[in-house]
């Protein structure tokens, strides 16, 4: 399997711009999850998804950030209007529905909004 | 609110030395606990996790101690080589219960030096 596969891998881009992340969990995994990771606030969940449902968006910060799930194979995060202080490394991550401790991580997201 | 706390932040251990990060918990209802190893420039991976109801568990030269009177769990690196350098997380989760969250600690920086 080819893991979580996350895209692109780097984003440059400058305030006011549209951002969107994309992510392809593992197959047969049916939760996924969306974390933001920065030096000062670690690693925070954004939102997840259970079977392509969104179950908890209490972590995602404010409204110009959005997540769609439309299918088990493809879920994206964006962010309208993109700022500076959203700069961070964006993960996605898949759990199998047996072992719902283990997450599978993608390779991350490195966003820069200058 | 913090449910998971972690400590210390960061640490150096020279190498063959002991590792030792301890994480407290507040929710009685975590019935899981896994640890997660994070290197630069990758997502989290899982590195090993305990049962409540076991008060050792032990993977190679990794093992972690769990006191549930005290509700402290802690991972122990043996014999710490450089290759071990990397970013830990503890985690806590609700098996049983209907969503699939993963409540991550602060993290740890640990550096072995050769």
């Known amino acids: 399997d080819a893991g979580v596969i996350q895209s692109p891998r780097h984003e440059v881009t400058e305030m006011g711009q549209e951002v969107t992340l994309r992510c392809k969990p593992i197959?047969?995994?049916?939760?996924l999850f969306w974390y933001r990771q920065t030096m000062m606030r670690g690693l925070e969940l954004l939102i997840y998804?259970?079977?392509?449902?969104?179950?908890?968006d209490s972590g995602m910060p404010e409204d110009r950030f959005s997540a769609k799930m439309p299918n088990a194979s493809f879920s994206t995060l964006k962010i309208q209007p993109s700022e500076p202080r959203d700069s961070a490394v964006y993960f996605c991550?898949?759990?199998?529905?047996?072992?719902?401790?283990?997450?599978?991580f993608g390779p991350g997201t490195r966003l820069t909004v200058t | 609110q913090q449910q998971v706390k972690q400590s210390p932040q960061s640490l150096i251990v020279q190498k063959g030395g002991i590792s030792i990060i301890n994480c407290a918990y507040e929710?009685?209802?975590?019935?899981?606990f896994p640890w997660y190893q994070q290197f630069p420039g990758k997502g989290p991976a899982l590195l090993i996790a305990?049962?409540?109801?076991?008060s050792e568990k032990k993977e190679g030269r990794f093992t972690i101690s769990f006191n549930k009177s005290a509700k402290q769990f802690s991972l122990h690196i043996m014999d710490s080589q450089p290759g071990d350098s990397a970013t830990y997380f503890c985690?806590?989760?609700?098996?049983?219960?209907?969503?699939?969250?993963?409540?991550f600690g602060g993290g740890t920086r640990v550096l072995v030096k050769p």
């Open positions: 985690a806590a989760i609700m098996i049983k219960a209907a969503g699939n969250k993963l409540t």
């Open positions: 991550a898949s759990s199998h529905p047996g072992l719902k401790y283990e997450q599978y």
């Open positions: 929710n009685t209802a975590f019935d899981y």
């Open positions: 197959s047969g995994h049916n939760s």
């Open positions: 305990i049962r409540p109801d076991v």
């Open positions: 998804f259970n079977n392509n449902v969104p179950i908890d």
